[in-house]
């Protein structure tokens, strides 16, 4: 009897280890047998792609060609929305040129850059809201020296357009004309140290140079890249093309004697790069 109850005891005891000795055999042998969990799929390769880049510099009344309206840009930005462009930032701008793009591959992605140079006050005061009314974000090009003076954003207000998703570049210190600038050290204090100023006041990264009134040699764009930029715009006419030189970039210049006719027409693509991400650039 007594071996009766003991083989009972042992049959219960293997009713409870043999599922836990199966589980474990399955665990040990998936990965040979391939049913191992599957890993996570690789980043897909992007495929460079043309950006257009908008310059804008004053929002509002003024004497020439420079100042934009408010109701000319709130009507360009509505039109950008409706034809579902999205806009990006210059660093990510670059990337995409460069076919290093974290985002997915969508239908019809359509990215286009806003910057705006020289941080006027109106930057902050009329362009800011109407671009976080509309969800849409920035590139803004200051003059380190100038921040804070009559007509120009504050250092506070900069620090709160940066804190809410804007990207800052750096525009120089003075606005020389840097290829005319023949010191050293001129040379490094107007797009090194400027750089240095915005991002310990800022405490952000700038990692973008506008070339006061696109004036440039390869002496200054030399120095551009010494200082750690890894990207530049030009006041040069054209789209960003796959292959450009990150720090020559070509910009499509916004006149206040643009209309909307017009404003579509620069945004028609060159024709050898008109694929976006999986779609046509209209």
């Known amino acids: 009897m007594v071996e009766v109850f003991s083989l009972i005891a042992r049959s219960r005891y293997m009713f409870i280890a043999l599922p836990a000795l199966l589980v474990s055999v399955a665990v040990l042998a998936a990965?040979?047998?391939?049913?191992?969990?599957?890993p996570a799929p690789a980043r897909q390769a992007m495929t460079p792609?043309?950006?257009?880049?908008?310059?804008?510099?004053e929002?509002?009344?003024?004497?020439?060609?420079?100042?934009?309206?408010?109701?000319?840009?709130?009507?360009?930005?509505?039109y950008?929305?409706?034809?579902?462009?999205?806009?990006?930032?210059?660093?990510?701008?670059?990337?995409?040129?460069?076919?290093?793009?974290?985002?997915?591959?969508?239908?019809?992605?359509?990215?286009?850059?806003?910057?705006?140079?020289?941080?006027?006050?109106?930057?902050?005061?009329?362009?800011f809201p109407l671009l976080k009314e509309m969800n849409m974000t920035a590139t803004f090009f200051v003059i380190s020296g100038r921040i804070g003076r009559p007509g120009y954003v504050s250092w506070d207000e900069l620090g709160e357009m940066a804190a809410a998703g804007m990207e800052v570049g750096c525009h120089s210190a003075r606005h020389l004309d840097l290829a005319r600038v023949k010191s050293e050290s001129v040379l490094g204090d107007e797009i090194g140290g400027a750089r240095s100023a915005l991002r310990e006041r800022?405490?952000?990264?700038?990692?973008?140079?506008?070339?006061?009134?696109?004036?440039l040699n390869d002496a200054v764009v030399e120095r551009v890249k010494r200082e750690g930029y890894v990207g530049a715009v030009t006041t040069a006419p054209g789209w960003a093309l796959p292959g450009?030189?990150?720090?020559?970039?070509?910009?499509?210049?916004?006149?206040?004697?643009?209309?909307?006719?017009?404003?579509?027409?620069?945004?028609?693509?060159?024709?050898?790069?008109?694929?976006?991400?999986?779609?046509t650039i209209r």
């Open 31 to 38: 990965p040979r047998f391939g049913f191992a969990e599957e």
């Open 49 to 57: 792609v043309a950006v257009p880049i908008l310059m804008y510099h």
């Open 59 to 78: 929002i509002g009344d003024g004497p020439n060609q420079l100042y934009v309206r408010l109701g000319e840009l709130e009507r360009q930005l509505r």
């Open 80 to 127: 950008l929305a409706r034809e579902g462009y999205r806009t990006v930032s210059l660093s990510e701008a670059v990337n995409m040129l460069a076919g290093k793009a974290d985002r997915g591959v969508v239908a019809g992605y359509k990215p286009v850059v806003l910057t705006f140079d020289d941080g006027y006050r109106s930057h902050y005061t009329v362009v």
């Open 202 to 215: 800022l405490g952000v990264d700038v990692s973008h140079f506008c070339y006061p009134s696109g004036k």
């Open 244 to 279: 450009s030189d990150p720090l020559r970039l070509r910009r499509i210049r916004v006149n206040r004697s643009d209309s909307l006719r017009v404003f579509k027409e620069k945004l028609t693509p060159p024709r050898t790069h008109a694929i976006s991400f999986g779609g």
